[in-house]
């Protein structure tokens, strides 16, 4: 973060609206932007006469990137006020305001008014908008871990732009485009059953009368059952809890992805909780399918509508829970979830239990990768944990020296391979950690094959085997680790794309127990990719996608494009908290501060887009509706794409 002077301000006259419907027009100037690059930033709209519509669209543009701009959104309220917070990126050279193919070129000229803040006044506004976030960042200050407080406070700021649920609840829906009710003579008959407590069945029996969807009927669960058994393949069913209610369009939206493919056995969707006065609050926003998740009750997807035929005719449908049901039915098909909210409780969600440690059913024999250069101190206290504080039945453990000089260093390797504990392969040239990897994927001994930062250590002796556990599912690809920094804050608990770019750590810089994780941190789940500080895979599948892309991923992104090429071939990524590590996080390599390295990672970011763009601007397991630049579940602005998304790249059930 840069400090500076007292706030400055900018105030710009936009143009004459063009009818040009991709016209962009300029509200700061390459002259201009230095000023504000780097630093904190408020950006005030005001457009009486609604030229720009509900929502503005920003575009920090960065010359030389990719992407190039770097989109933010900026609800305008009907009064034609706007304000956006954000922190400005290093490198950009102006910032644009997109006008939509929707706005109105007629009107009063909107103006803008650019305001760089000091660290003080960012301070007090993060501190007034969410206090116990930034408690939890002024703990991160007091353990002296600076670059995770830099990290949150940065993001508190960005999340400034968060709205409020009902704003956003009335933009959102406000945009969404009603289709004309169909013959219901023509509609596949949805069949509901109201469980629970007969004082509330009204109340959903209201709700289900107000649907778009023109064929609904009520029925008993036994009976349902009886129509399971007969497997009649155009019956849909829905179960709801009395007192449940569904937004008026929620039927029609859950059934299309069924109607659309008939290999989708059911579909679930997004909640919120509504009080008797019909007040809207805490929205749940859930990932596509994700069975973990879905056994311990975490996705809690009430109100799903199944394909009757993909549930057998003796599984009870009235005392299973929804995730059982879902489960039930992904044996058919697949399970499609529509990033809707159309579900609306009248009791909060039943709390959840943690994930269970699994047992494994295989031996833990394993050939370990840990690339290094130098720093003795750190590759001793990684090996020690490895042979001292492990439980393990056959370790091959192979360090990828690259040109390590240091005499400590070298005498390490010489006490660890005189006793064979070790197999040492030197690897000469500029550090290349994906070339690191495949050596030492090569030379591996065993089929399960684990990378293993040089800065890593175990927490706990069965750390291990818990990662071998899962991948006792042969759907299973990859398993990734809980990570901590020394301070005990989270480093690593997944990852999410499309965060930060290309794709940021989940949960990064969080501390557990303190309710900011939705207790994500407790659960087992599918995730899109997870980071290669340790990392357990398959040495056949490394070699069926071709390893870790040593040409144009030398350094940054070889991991998450090595998780995506696995998933592309249908395989999952499971990470668990039950295999806890410590990381220094790439202590031994420094920091990407010097011209080459800038260079070099910019070059990884703009192939990772090339290669993968659509997929990390779309992570199934990251909701649409929450915000990629603030990350950790904050409500967006305006959501992504709002279609029926799949847990599998390749269609897995």
């Known amino acids: 973060m840069k400090s500076g002077p007292r706030p400055s301000s900018l105030l710009m006259k936009i143009p004459t609206m063009s009818h040009d419907p991709s016209h962009k027009l300029l509200v700061l100037r390459p002259d201009q932007a230095a000023h504000f690059e780097g630093h904190a930033l408020r950006i005030d709209i005001h457009d009486p006469d609604h030229v720009l519509g509900s929502v503005a669209k920003l575009g920090l543009i960065r010359p030389g990137r990719v992407p190039s701009s770097l989109t933010r959104t900026v609800l305008i309220n009907n009064k034609g006020c706007g304000r956006f917070y954000g922190w400005t990126p290093v490198g950009m050279s102006n910032i644009i305001l997109e006008v939509a193919s929707h706005s109105k070129p007629e009107g009063r000229r909107p103006s803008v008014a650019v305001h760089r803040v000091g660290l003080s006044r960012a301070a007090f506004f993060n501190t007034v908008d969410a206090p116990w976030a930034m408690l939890q960042a002024c703990r991160l200050l007091v353990a002296k871990n600076m670059r995770g407080f830099q990290y949150r406070f940065a993001r508190l700021y960005d999340g400034l732009n968060a709205p409020a649920y009902d704003v956003w609840t009335s933009v959102v829906e406000q945009g969404d485009i009603s289709i004309p009710p169909r013959d219901a003579a023509a509609l596949p008959a949805v069949m509901v059953s109201i469980v629970g407590a007969k004082t509330l069945v009204e109340e959903t029996r209201r709700s289900l009368a107000q649907q778009s969807y023109g064929n609904i009927g009520e029925i008993d669960a036994p009976s349902a059952m009886s129509a399971a058994a007969g497997k009649t393949q155009n019956i849909f069913w829905m179960r709801l809890s009395a007192g449940m209610r569904l937004h008026e369009r929620a039927v029609e939206k859950l059934i299309e992805p069924l109607l659309a493919d008939p290999n989708v056995a059911a579909a679930y969707s997004d909640e919120d909780h509504m009080d008797a006065r019909g007040r809207r609050r805490n929205p749940f926003f859930k990932p596509a399918w994700n069975p973990p998740l879905a056994k311990t009750g975490w996705l809690a997807p009430d109100g799903a509508i199944f394909r009757l035929s993909a549930l057998e005719g003796n599984f009870d449908l009235e005392q299973n829970d929804a995730g059982q049901l879902l489960i039930e039915a992904s044996k058919s098909g697949r399970i499609a979830h529509v990033p809707r909210v159309l579900l609306h409780r009248r009791q909060p969600r039943p709390s959840v239990a943690a994930s269970p440690i699994i047992r494994r059913r295989n031996q833990t024999k394993v050939s370990v990768v840990i690339p290094t250069r130098d720093r003795a101190d750190l590759l001793h206290t990684c090996l020690e944990g490895l042979f001292r504080r492990t439980r393990y039945d056959d370790l091959d453990v192979i360090v990828i020296d690259n040109e390590s000089r240091e005499p400590e260093t070298l005498s390490l390797f010489s006490h660890y391979e005189e006793r064979s504990l070790i197999n040492r392969i030197k690897l000469g040239g500029t550090f290349n950690f994906a070339r690191a990897c495949n050596l030492g994927v090569e030379n591996a001994r065993h089929e ?155 070059a990884e970011e703009a192939y990772m887009h090339q290669r993968w763009g659509d997929i990390l601007a779309n992570d199934p397991f990251y909701n649409p509706n929450l915000s990629l630049v603030v990350g950790d579940h904050s409500l967006d602005v305006q959501p992504r794409d709002l279609s029926p998304r799949f847990g599998s790249l390749a269609g897995r059930r």
């Not at 094959?449 to 990662?467: R, S, T």
């Not at 290309?502 to 997870?530: C, I, N, Y």
């Not at 357990?536 to 494009?561: C, I, K, P, Q």
């Not at 295999?579 to 390599?589: D, F, G, K, T």
């Open 448 to 602: 399960l094959i684990l990378l293993l930062n040089n800065d890593v250590e175990p927490m706990e002796p069965g750390w291990l085997d818990q990662l071998v556990a899962e991948l006792d599912d042969e759907y299973i690809g990859i398993a990734g680790a809980m990570l901590f920094f020394p301070d005990g804050f989270v480093q690593h608990a997944g990852v999410t794309l499309g965060s930060g770019s290309v794709a940021r750590h989940s949960f990064q810089f969080r501390k557990p127990g303190t309710g900011e994780d939705f207790g994500l941190l407790e659960q087992r789940q599918e995730m899109s990719a997870v980071t290669a500080a340790c990392l357990l895979t398959r040495r056949s599948l490394w070699e069926a996608v071709g390893g870790m892309d040593e040409e144009h991923l030398a350094v940054a992104f070889n991991d998450v494009d090595y998780c995506l090429k696995v998933r592309e071939i249908g395989k999952g990524i499971m990470w668990t908290p039950h295999a806890r590590l410590y990381h220094r996080e790439s202590v031994s390599r420094g920091k990407d501060d010097t011209p080459e390295k800038l260079a070099r990672f910019a």
